[in-house]
């Protein structure tokens, strides 16, 4: 004991804080703005860890630090950590959120009153000279204890601080606890851990009394502590709210309290039971290996911190407890059926997550399926599928899975479900919203709604618009540079321009630049998803950002941010064409006209494999399609909280009133319960939702000779009804079915586009529309005055053209399909729009000011071309934890020293 206060061992625990805050500086804080001048900070703090050791080394022989030698390291600190946190507020207001200034002064508190206690230890030690434990209380609690009431009363302390710091007095306690335990290990670690014949009584207890605190005790308070709620997610490491978490550490520890037995199938199964333990106990140890260095703020700070450690303990403990037991039966000659029974043990667990996690991926397999309406038989085990959507549903909010201080997942097993749940599938949180109403009657989030165009500043004008057009005779196109002047006229700062571009049927966008300060910067062709988050992140820091993305077929939007007080600033896009087009743009039609140069080749009718282009012009030559007799669906629905009833009048009264003859009444649950209101009596309701889309898909399905179907929703919200979904080529299958409708109560139709390319209709109307249908080849094709695509084969992968305008039809034809490509050719369209750099619906066009914003825009985007984001969040500037492997290797590697120095006993 007297050697922890030897000088160099105060040093060492004074320095090893500070060069841990260095390490955490140097390493841990990433992608942010200014990350050199915090390499440099932790490289400071680094040195100054490396003097204060070198020091010591200097006084090594001495006894004991001086009185005035420890009050100048409380003070160093205090000086480190008032000048810490005035950097991190200033920080704090230009870079991060609350989130992570709020990690970043725990820690330098943290750093400080780890420094303070050790002073203060050694400082009561020199004055008292006592080496037992219990004589420090005063140092170790009521030192900051005093410091906490002192700073309080100076900051009218308030009811809720004075109960903390009782809370803190409560933790301190059984942190001193914790630390006699671990002194009786040091000491006697032979007789009272793990001993070898139980004769004594009193051994007997005390086994028992320090098995129980260490093994049972402890995890049931680390885990009423993390759900205690003290933050917004309702816990604070994880969510082990799963009923095995809180069995497991009871069995584990009754296993680990029953006294050896001369019974060998005993002594077997009892060392299997604890095998099954430790597997669960060295799950938290791994999972808390990054905590560890936060660990010292809630020892500190709020007295938390402790329950960090504790899987260490414990696992320290089943380990020298099993290899000890391990040898005891390998002497009994059963080494291999001992060596078996390690091995079974050690796997059990895991075998069993692995196992549940096939069973739910066919389950949630099989939900996909059924809601993209290739499977409306199948069976779906609902229990199954709410607690796979649980979990999916809490990983939306976690970016990374290496952020394991996140209160809505379970550290590592989390994203290993969440790997091999969507292994087969890329989730998104619309398909999770459609589950949950399908199957679980949850409607809250499932939007159908038609998105809202983008509405910009007012107070930033497009005050000019520039044209001019040349003529590629390579690609046998032209191109048209739009370059725009927007002004602020206001005095404000932090304005964003936002708006959208109605785009011509013959064009493509092939280029965009934004002038930043005085350089004008090209804009980077990425992933649609990755530019529009780090947009939005850039945006919330107030830099400069540029993005034109597609809003939908027809419509561009454009964002520039940010315009300082009356600032003018300059954009444009460049866009190929074919021939005479117009594009609007707020106030103004800019007329895109060739040039002298007239486009040679004939772009009418474009045919490649597995597709035929029809351009607009052509289309209205062709004559008229043969008529076909609709036949009417009325799809009601069956929903659990539906008035059914109400509804079937609702249809019954529009067949009247239209004198309709050819229809069809379905009943629509979760699968299609009747048809025909003569079987309605007959059918079972259940609690799913209304599967619009599933009863849509067998409709369009059907081959019925010379009709056409007309679908009609009737229902009281068609908000919350699972609306098409991933219809594919089946969606283009009749272009007289350009439109499916609800049918409102006035018996007015609200139409619906299903038809891609057919024209939005946002009035009401009594009867069907009729479209204009022409025939090319026998195959039926719209005239709505855009070009349409005849799909011969399924387009599964891109082939350049090597004419730009032909590729750009490529992959438009690709993405109206986007719902029912996967990953990999979903993949196909992005790399399509790279190679031939012309955006498309999944690209987006982005300027960003820094190098580090490109390479944020590049992580972003290979997350999400890799399939790593399996569902959309947002991204954001975050102070990564240590490297979950180093924090492995330095534990690793003091484990070892310990196990060199000093051993478990054998």
Not at 564 to 588: C, K, N, P, W
Request: hydrophobic fraction near 40%; charge should be negative.
């Amino acid at each position: 004991m007297k050697q922890l206060f030897k000088p160099l061992s105060v040093c060492l625990g004074i320095a090893i804080p500070i060069l841990l805050l260095g390490l955490y500086w140097l390493m841990g804080v990433k992608n942010i703005e200014n990350e050199r001048g915090f390499t440099t900070l932790g490289i400071v703090l680094m040195l100054i860890s490396g003097g204060i050791v070198l020091w010591g080394y200097r006084k090594k022989e001495e006894e004991e630090l001086s009185k005035v030698a420890l009050l100048i390291l409380m003070g160093l600190s205090l000086v480190l950590g008032l000048g810490m946190i005035g950097v991190l507020a200033n920080w704090a207001s230009s870079v991060v959120g609350d989130n992570q200034i709020f990690t970043a002064v725990c820690i330098n508190i943290a750093v400080i009153a780890i420094i303070n206690l050790i002073s203060c230890i050694a400082f009561s030690y020199s004055i008292k000279r006592e080496r037992q434990l219990g004589k420090y209380i005063e140092a170790i609690v009521g030192l900051p204890f005093f410091i906490y009431i002192g700073v309080s009363i100076a900051n009218q302390i308030g009811g809720e601080l004075l109960a903390i710091i009782f809370v803190i007095g409560g933790f301190y306690s059984l942190l001193l606890l914790i630390l006699q335990v671990l002194f009786i290990l040091k000491r006697d670690r032979g007789v009272y851990f793990f001993p070898r014949e139980m004769e004594s009584r009193k051994v007997k207890i005390q086994y028992w009394v320090c098995t129980f605190l260490v093994l049972i005790v402890l995890p049931y308070l680390g885990l009423a502590v993390n759900n205690i709620g003290m933050f917004n997610n309702g816990s604070i490491i994880g969510n082990f709210s799963h009923p095995i978490f809180w069995l497991m550490p009871l069995i584990n520890g009754l296993a680990f309290m029953v006294m050896p037995t001369q019974s060998l199938v005993l002594r077997k199964i009892l060392f299997y039971i604890k095998c099954v333990g430790c597997t669960f106990i060295l799950y938290f140890f791994v999972s808390f290996i990054p905590l560890m260095p936060i660990g010292f703020i809630g020892i500190i700070v709020y007295g938390l911190g402790l329950f960090a450690f504790i899987p260490t303990l414990a696992s320290l403990w089943e380990v020298c407890y099993i290899a000890r037991e391990a040898k005891s039966l390998f002497g009994t000659g059963h080494k291999r059926s001992s060596i078996a029974l390690l091995i079974a043990g050690l796997l059990t667990l895991p075998l069993l997550f692995v196992g549940k996690i096939g069973l739910d991926r066919e389950n949630f397999n099989t939900a996909i399926r059924y809601i993209s309406g290739e499977e409306m038989e199948a069976t779906v085990h609902k229990e199954r599928l709410a607690g796979s959507l649980d979990i999916l549903e809490s990983a939306i909010r976690v970016e990374r899975w290496e952020n394991v201080v996140d209160g809505n997942t379970t550290p590592i097993l989390s994203y290993l479900y969440l790997q091999g749940l969507t292994k087969e599938n890329h989730i998104d949180e619309n398909t999770l919203n459609k589950m949950k109403a399908l199957f679980l009657g949850e409607e809250e989030g499932l939007v159908n709604e038609e998105d809202t165009l983008p509405v910009g500043d007012s107070e930033i004008k497009l005050k000019d618009v520039a044209v001019s057009t040349t003529y590629d005779e390579k690609q046998d196109i032209y191109r048209s540079w739009i370059d725009l002047t927007l002004e602020n006229i206001s005095m404000d700062d932090q304005r964003e321009y936002a708006t959208t571009i109605s785009m011509p049927d013959n064009a493509y966008v092939s280029d965009y630049y934004l002038v930043v300060g005085e350089e004008k910067k090209k804009g980077i062709l990425a992933d649609e998803r990755a530019a529009t988050s780090l947009y939005q992140s850039i945006v919330s820091r107030s830099l400069d950002p540029g993005i034109l993305k597609y809003f939908n077929d027809e419509t561009l939007e454009l964002r520039v941010f940010p315009f300082s007080s009356e600032e003018m600033r300059q954009t444009g896009f460049e866009v190929i064409h074919t021939g005479a087009a117009t594009l609007a743009i707020d106030d103004y039609q800019l007329e895109l006209k060739g040039t002298s140069e007239p486009i040679k080749e004939d772009y009418s009718v474009i045919k490649t494999e597995g597709l035929t282009i029809l351009s607009s012009d052509y289309i209205k030559t062709l004559p008229q399609a043969d008529n076909l007799v609709p036949r009417y669906y009325f799809l009601i629905d069956g929903s659990k909280d539906s008035d059914r009833k109400t509804l079937i009048q609702r249809a019954e009264s529009y067949i009247e009133e239209q004198g309709l003859q050819e229809t069809e009444v379905w009943v629509v649950e979760e699968g299609i319960l009747s048809k025909g209101i003569e079987n309605i009596a007959a059918a079972q309701f259940g609690d799913g939702g209304y599967n619009f889309n599933g009863a849509l898909q067998q409709i369009l399905r059907e081959e019925k000779v010379g009709y056409y179907p007309v679908v009609i929703a009737v229902t009281s919200d068609f908000s919350k009804a699972l609306g098409p979904y991933r219809l594919g080529g089946l969606a283009q299958k009749y272009p007289q079915s350009s439109y499916y409708y609800e049918l409102n109560e006035d018996l007015s139709l609200r139409p619906h586009v299903l038809y891609k390319g057919a024209r939005v209709y946002t009035e009401m109307t009594r009867a069907p529309l009729l479209a204009d249908v022409r025939s090319y080849e026998g195959q039926a094709v719209l005239n709505t005055g855009r070009k349409q695509f005849i799909y011969t084969s399924p387009l599964k992968t891109f082939q350049s053209t090597q004419n730009a305008y032909k590729d750009g039809c490529l992959l438009e034809a690709m993405s109206h399909h986007e719902e029912s490509l996967n990953q990999e050719e979903l993949l196909q369209v992005v790399k399509g729009s790279f190679t031939t750099r012309l955006l498309t619906q999944q690209t987006a066009f982005i300027v960003v000011e820094t190098n580090e914003q490109e390479e944020e825009l590049i992580r972003l985007q290979q997350e999400y071309l890799s399939g790593k984001k399996h569902l959309e969040g947002g991204a954001f500037s975050t102070m990564a934890e240590p490297s979950l492997v180093l924090c492995a290797m330095v534990l690793l590697v003091g484990f070892g020293y310990s196990r060199k120095h000093s051993g478990c006993p054998r």
